[in-house]
């Protein structure tokens, strides 16, 4: 308790009226160093994770036992990276080689150049088929919304990167500053290359990215799962849009993992309307700027990871167009690729060093203190009639949270199954190659699940060394990490109210997740399905109506731009109800609290407060938060 008084005491601003700007007043004093995207209470614990796992990654004695364990592997990937002396002239050479893997023999193609394998491709679709469907016809495989037993093939449009949808639609001048990243791109890897083709090439590029996107739906258009959800039969898809060969294109995928698709098989589609524009528009694309984009892609997905010319390329378009350094430091840059493909080797490593029991049931108590609360504000309500009251009763006493991490991941067996696609490593296979195999494992995995049984035991939620907390309303379950629970988040020593006002509106800003404007839509079993009597959800419509003209009319003066009140809502809504949440479950404690030492002249209810500001102190800079209000449900600018 003493170090959280002097954390409070070190960042506060006595001196400041409270009433006038509660934010400054707690915030004050935090520093923000410019060479990070982002600093706050989120990059603290960040930093402290990654240090964890470093001493984990750099220390731990490695079995000699074959074949490797999950964890030997994610260690031995980490080494590989941090110890990788090839020139890069070598990893260059095995960044090609890796997209001969993906059907890419050579990149860039020219508009006089026939493809060399087939001598040319006769239409787009020969392009997709050989490089693959996810980069123009985005697919995963999930549980189906609207049943809980399978999973099932869910198509949906594509998504945008570097450049968001909105600047590709409306042609801003960060277009400009893409198409000379590409045309650098181009010359590292293909440095015979004229300039005037490499730059034609680059704005072929853009244009056909900035065609796609203004066939694509804005996130705001797209927040009502209900609307969007179309399940359709291969069968009567092919007749609707017989343009597209669905059945070639799916078995070419599945064909990885030994499973054939019929036209029987029932695929969602989550963006229905893109796929009638593609019919259309897809043919009229030159296949070597199909083929040329999808490679670009590919690129950017793996090249900045294993090639540093082509990081520090990247790294100079990010300065420019956000403001920012991204990571630079070596193990750091190593931690967060091995992180990435192997978030749940990583994350056993973590709990097997930092995990506290003790805290996991502290934190349950929380989540049943939570619930209880918002049961309480739902039997109050005014507004909503009995029988909706009694299945929002009855969804949330159903849902559940994952606190800390999935318990599965402590079933060596069951963890060592999710990376079996990725051989043991040894120093013979470069990093690039291990990186690479590690990341066709997850897409492996991701396949191999069609057709079969969900099991809500086997969804793992976010990695435990993510510091982030999710609602996922196909399970009505709540998961939040492992990272999370520190400081400033989270201490075992820390008085109720503390704990309450930091962590606790989080995990009540996740409960409130069921029940915003999307979460609503499912029921107490995760099924997309409508429960709300028809007064009650008109009268609900009309207050999340109030929360979008509210934060809509708001004014971000660092970047002259309001935030987007449709975007936001569900995050506006989970921030608003998540704090109300916690507030009760603080005023249900009914005790004597204890002071902190040093600041006795505190209450408790004033200390739930800050202790809720300060786990959220941030700062970003312009371009970042430029471009989170144009694309980011997120609303905390103003909450």
Known sequence: CRDKANFILDSINEYLDPCDDFYRYVCYKWQYPRHFHRMGGTLLVMNNVKAVLRDILENNVIPSTMPQSATTKAILLYRACVDDDSSEDNILEHLKMLLKKEGMTRWPLLKYMN??????????????????????????????????????????????????????????????????????????????????????????????????????????????????????????????????????????????VNKSITKFESIIFMALEYYSEMQVFLPTVSTNTLYNFI????LLKYGPTVSTEFHDLKRDFVISTLGYKPETILWRKCLDSVSEVMPYAIGRLYIDRKFSNRSAHLVN??????????????????????????????????????????????????????????????????????????SKNNELKSLIKLKLRFDKAKVLGPGPTTVSAAYQAANNQIFLSAAMLQPPFFHEEWPAYLNLGAIGITIGHEIMHGFDDKGRQFNGDGRLQEWWEKETLYTFQAKYKCFIEQYGNKYVPEVNMNVNGNLTLGENMADNMGLLIAYKAFENLHGAYERL?????????????????????VWKPKGVIRKELQFDTNGRYLN
């Open 115 to 256: 493809y060399e394998r087939n001598n040319v491709f006769r239409n787009v679709y020969d392009v997709i088929l050989e490089t693959g469907m996810r980069h123009i016809f985005p697919f995963v495989v999930q549980k189906d919304m609207r049943g809980t037993s399978k999973y099932r093939i869910y198509m949906n449009q594509i998504e945008f990167q570097l450049v968001g949808r909105k600047e590709f639609v409306e042609k801003t001048g960060i277009l400009d500053s893409y198409a000379e990243f590409i045309v650098e791109v181009i010359y590292l890897l293909n440095k015979a290359i004229s300039r005037g083709d490499a730059y034609e090439i680059a704005y072929n590029i853009v244009k056909l990215e900035s065609e796609l996107a203004k066939r694509t739906k804005p996130p705001e258009a797209r927040r009502s799962p209900r609307h969007i959800y179309n399940k359709i039969k291969i069968g009567r898809l092919s007749q609707h849009y017989p343009q597209i060969p669905w059945l070639k294109l799916l078995n070419n995928e599945f064909k990885r």
């Open 295 to 298: 490679t670009w892609r590919t």
């Open 365 to 438: 108590k929380l989540f049943s203190a939570l619930k209880s609360a918002l049961a309480d504000i739902i039997r109050k309500s005014d507004w909503m009639d009995s029988i909706t009251k009694e299945k929002a009763l009855n969804k949330l006493k159903e849902m559940s949270a994952v606190l800390g991490y999935a318990p599965l991941l402590r079933d060596d067996d069951f963890l060592n199954r999710l990376y079996d696609f990725i051989p043991d490593v040894s120093e013979e296979i470069p990093f690039t190659e291990l990186y690479y195999l590690a």
């Open 597 to 617: 030492p040093g600041l006795q002249r505190m209450t408790a209810e004033k200390l739930f407060f800050i202790s809720q500001v300060m786990a959220r102190c």
